[in-house]
């Protein structure tokens, strides 16, 4: 055994493991590419949330911010922003100046709409479609995108991962 090296055993960790898939709560069907519809249709989400309709009708900069940070914080924590998404931020901000100086604050919400899109797998017709719903009827997709956070929020309250 002189010539030869002796023997480390490498210890490694186990990979990081995410939490349940909870991204299709609804149990909308997917389609051969692994794609499915909103769980609310971008119309009927003024009636279902009606709360966010209100905000997003009066006051879509707030709702956009409230919305954004519940996106980020699922994504970085893995459950429910727990009071319910941040108001005042520099996401709000932004949209109350773009909305108030140029009437653009839509124009933002096209990557939030995208980023929802993606973290729940759901098809469309990707950035201009996401472009066209922001545009023409902001409240009614700020709505649709917040009932679909709502479900992966109730999810994870219900499993006990928050």
């Keep these: 055994m002189h010539g030869h090296p002796p023997h480390h055993q490498v210890m490694t960790q186990p990979a990081f493991q995410h939490a349940m898939e909870v991204r299709n709560m609804n149990?909308?069907?997917v389609d051969s590419s692994g794609k499915r519809d909103w769980s609310h249709g971008c119309c009927s989400s003024?009636?279902?949330?009606c709360a966010m309709c209100c905000c997003a009708t009066w006051c879509p900069c707030i709702a956009y911010g409230k919305i954004k940070s519940r996106v980020a914080h699922l994504?970085?924590?893995n459950y429910p922003h727990p009071s319910g998404g941040d108001i005042c931020t520099t996401d709000c901000w932004l949209h109350g100046c773009l909305s108030s100086f140029c009437a653009l604050g839509w124009v933002?919400?096209?990557?939030?709409?995208?980023?929802?899109r993606n973290r729940y797998r759901i098809g469309g017709c990707g950035g201009c479609g996401d472009c066209w719903c922001s545009m023409c009827c902001t409240p009614c997709s700020l709505a649709q995108e917040s009932l679909e956070l709502e479900l992966e929020e109730h999810a994870l309250k219900g499993a006990g991962k928050f």
């Design 46 to 49: 003024m009636c279902d949330g």
């Design 27 to 29: 149990h909308v069907p």
């Design 75 to 77: 994504e970085r924590n």
């Design 108 to 116: 933002l919400q096209i990557g939030l709409r995208s980023s929802i």
